[in-house]
């Protein structure tokens, strides 16, 4: 298809401005509507009959039970689907419409050309008159200057000068220029190696008083302060009296013990007493006797504690991963393969996809409408689950930690993060606008037992890298079909 050939367009939107607003703009970048209707008013029937290449969808969640009926239509590959937020599109003027309307005519006409008129650059501009060799010195540029004119141009424009720093017409009378009282300059050049002598202020006596040049009297120095006694010192703590000498004890008489108690021991707990034994007395009532357990007997034995309840081991991180590479025209086959995937798959999916606007809350949105699987956008420091789609946005990337997949802050290396994946439990799909440089990490990965496939060339918009990883023996299918293999691969 020619860059310039009008393609079919099925607008589906309900009426509003957002309706209004993609209808002007599918006319500015010259696509033919064949349909325009409330996708709630239409079926699959009327639809297929308008024949159209290319659904355009306004988004809203009103109509998403619509879109569920007309999904034989979305999900044909003979036809580009391409969504947009209605509240978004309602709401452009000037700059980002003007944006938009450039990448939606990109899309039709299958070119990357999204830059505003007036980018291209002067080819003439771009090539620098350069000369062989190195710049010229600041010698080398004066090498043939004299400064004898400049040193007339100064003596014929110099102002008036005071002579011993006296005003003009105070002179002594001697000279040639005493009515003027102006130096003359001589006529030799000036050399630039002459050093200046230093110029020291004439002083006159006044009242037997010295006195600079300036008019101004010698300053006496000030007289120096009277030193500030310091403080007086803390007495000292008078010292310790001197230790006593040992007391000599002496030697207890015979037969008696002392027994010392520490003073920081703690008190001997004292003995209970003993109750006394009753005397024996004869068994009244022919031989019957009557036998007191005693209070201080052994307590009885107590009931066993409960077992300690039974805590729930956490559940073991998932291995490996499932990560879905796509960019321009990629979002419509994401949608595809999730829609393909079972709600119990046992990975985690990972769908790093770049978005210009950044409007991933808006991606997750769109996800969840057609995902059996939960889908959560990524953020720094959470742990992929199992049976859970995460969204990357541009500043969340992906850590492989023992098999076991760990969002960290940062951009995704694609290629990297191929290569850190666990080969045996891992998938990679190289959909529509995935970058060509990851290839290479992922045919490696293809070589240790994971699954790796790339979307086919009908019904990609940007098959680059599908088509370099055909050529190094790599397989690719429709979204379908890879959501197909993915299963399989677990």
């Given at each position: 298809?020619?860059?310039?050939?009008?393609?079919?367009?099925?607008?589906?939107?309900?009426?509003?401005?957002?309706?209004?607003?993609?209808?002007?703009?599918?006319?500015?970048?010259?696509?033919?509507?064949?349909?325009?209707?409330?996708?709630?008013?239409?079926?699959?029937?009327?639809?297929?009959?308008?024949?159209p290449q290319v659904l355009l969808v306004a988004l809203e969640p009103v109509i998403e039970d619509s879109l569920q009926r007309l999904g034989e239509v979305l999900h044909d590959p003979e036809i580009s689907v391409i969504f947009d937020?209605?509240?978004?599109?309602?709401?452009?003027?000037?700059?980002?419409?003007?944006?938009?309307?450039?990448?939606?005519?990109?899309?039709?006409?299958?070119?990357?050309?999204?830059?505003?008129?007036?980018?291209?650059?002067?080819?003439?501009?771009?090539?620098?008159?350069?000369?062989?060799?190195?710049?010229?010195?600041?010698?080398?540029?004066?090498?043939?200057?004299?400064?004898?004119?400049?040193?007339?141009?100064?003596?014929?424009?110099?102002?008036?000068l005071p002579q011993d720093g006296l005003l003009p017409g105070e002179g002594d009378g001697d000279g040639p220029d005493a009515d003027s009282g102006l130096l003359s300059l001589s006529d030799e050049p000036l050399s630039l190696s002459?050093?200046?002598?230093?110029?020291?202020?004439?002083?006159?006596?006044?009242?037997?008083?010295?006195?600079?040049?300036?008019?101004?009297?010698?300053?006496?120095?000030?007289?120096?302060?009277?030193?500030?006694?310091?403080?007086?010192?803390?007495?000292?703590?008078?010292?310790?009296?001197?230790?006593?000498?040992?007391?000599?004890?002496?030697?207890?008489?015979?037969?008696?013990?002392?027994?010392?108690?520490?003073?920081?021991?703690?008190?001997?707990?004292?003995?209970?007493?003993?109750?006394?034994?009753?005397?024996?007395?004869?068994?009244?009532?022919?031989?019957?006797?009557?036998?007191?357990?005693?209070?201080?007997?052994?307590?009885?034995?107590?009931?066993?504690?409960?077992?300690?309840?039974?805590?729930?081991?956490?559940?073991?991180?998932?291995?490996?991963a499932v990560v879905l590479f796509a960019g321009i025209g990629g979002p419509d086959a994401v949608r595809r393969v999730l829609a393909e995937l079972p709600a119990d798959f046992p990975r985690p999916v990972l769908v790093h996809l770049?978005?210009?606007?950044?409007?991933?809350?808006?991606?997750?949105?769109?996800?969840?409408?057609?995902?059996?699987?939960?889908?959560?956008?990524?953020?720094?420091?959470?742990?992929?689950?199992?049976?859970?789609?995460?969204?990357?946005?541009?500043?969340?990337?992906?850590?492989?930690?023992?098999?076991?997949?760990?969002?960290?802050?940062?951009?995704?290396?694609?290629?990297?993060?191929?290569?850190?994946?666990?080969?045996?439990?891992?998938?990679?799909?190289?959909?529509?606008?995935?970058?060509?440089?990851?290839?290479?990490?992922?045919?490696?990965?293809?070589?240790?037992?994971?699954?790796?496939?790339?979307?086919?060339?009908?019904?990609?918009?940007?098959?680059?890298?599908?088509?370099?990883?055909?050529?190094?023996?790599?397989?690719?299918?429709?979204?379908?079909?890879?959501?197909?293999?993915?299963?399989?691969?677990?």
């Amino acid at each position: 298809m020619s860059a310039n050939e009008s393609r079919r367009v099925a607008l589906l939107a309900r009426e509003g401005a957002a309706r209004e607003k993609l209808r002007q703009t599918l006319r500015e970048v010259g696509a033919d509507v064949v349909i325009e209707a409330d996708p709630a008013g239409v079926d699959a029937v009327a639809l297929r009959a308008a024949a159209p290449q290319v659904l355009l969808v306004a988004l809203e969640p009103v109509i998403e039970d619509s879109l569920q009926r007309l999904g034989e239509v979305l999900h044909d590959p003979e036809i580009s689907v391409i969504f947009d937020d209605a509240e978004l599109a309602a709401q452009r003027e000037g700059w980002s419409a003007q944006r938009w309307a450039r990448h939606l005519a990109a899309k039709l006409h299958g070119h990357q050309d999204v830059l505003p008129p007036g980018h291209e650059e002067d080819e003439a501009d771009k090539v620098a008159q350069l000369r062989p060799g190195r710049p010229a010195t600041p010698a080398q540029l004066h090498a043939g200057d004299t400064f004898d004119p400049h040193v007339r141009e100064a003596r014929d424009t110099a102002p008036a000068l005071p002579q011993d720093g006296l005003l003009p017409g105070e002179g002594d009378g001697d000279g040639p220029d005493a009515d003027s009282g102006l130096l003359s300059l001589s006529d030799e050049p000036l050399s630039l190696s002459d050093e200046p002598e230093a110029w020291q202020p004439p002083t006159r006596t006044l009242d037997n008083e010295l006195v600079d040049g300036f008019g101004g009297p010698r300053l006496e120095p000030e007289p120096e302060p009277e030193p500030v006694p310091e403080p007086p010192r803390r007495a000292e703590p008078p010292p310790l009296p001197p230790e006593l000498p040992p007391v000599a004890s002496k030697p207890l008489p015979s037969g008696l013990k002392l027994e010392l108690e520490e003073l920081d021991a703690a008190p001997a707990t004292p003995a209970r007493p003993q109750p006394a034994e009753p005397a024996a007395v004869p068994p009244p009532f022919g031989g019957l006797s009557l036998e007191l357990e005693s209070l201080d007997g052994a307590p009885a034995a107590s009931a066993p504690s409960p077992p300690p309840p039974v805590q729930p081991q956490a559940e073991p991180p998932a291995q490996g991963a499932v990560v879905l590479f796509a960019g321009i025209g990629g979002p419509d086959a994401v949608r595809r393969v999730l829609a393909e995937l079972p709600a119990d798959f046992p990975r985690p999916v990972l769908v790093h996809l770049r978005l210009d606007g950044g409007r991933y809350d808006n991606l997750v949105k769109q996800l969840e409408r057609v995902s059996p699987m939960p889908v959560v956008l990524a953020g720094a420091g959470d742990m992929a689950k199992r049976a859970q789609v995460h969204v990357l946005p541009n500043d969340v990337t992906a850590s492989v930690e023992e098999g076991s997949v760990r969002f960290v802050a940062g951009a995704t290396v694609a290629r990297d993060l191929i290569a850190a994946l666990p080969a045996a439990q891992s998938s990679v799909l190289l959909l529509s606008g995935s970058d060509p440089a990851c290839v290479d990490a992922a045919v490696a990965l293809a070589a240790q037992g994971a699954y790796v496939a790339g979307q086919s060339l009908q019904g990609c918009y940007d098959p680059a890298a599908s088509k370099a990883l055909q050529i190094r023996g790599g397989s690719v299918g429709t979204p379908s079909e890879l959501a197909a293999g993915v299963a399989r691969h677990g």
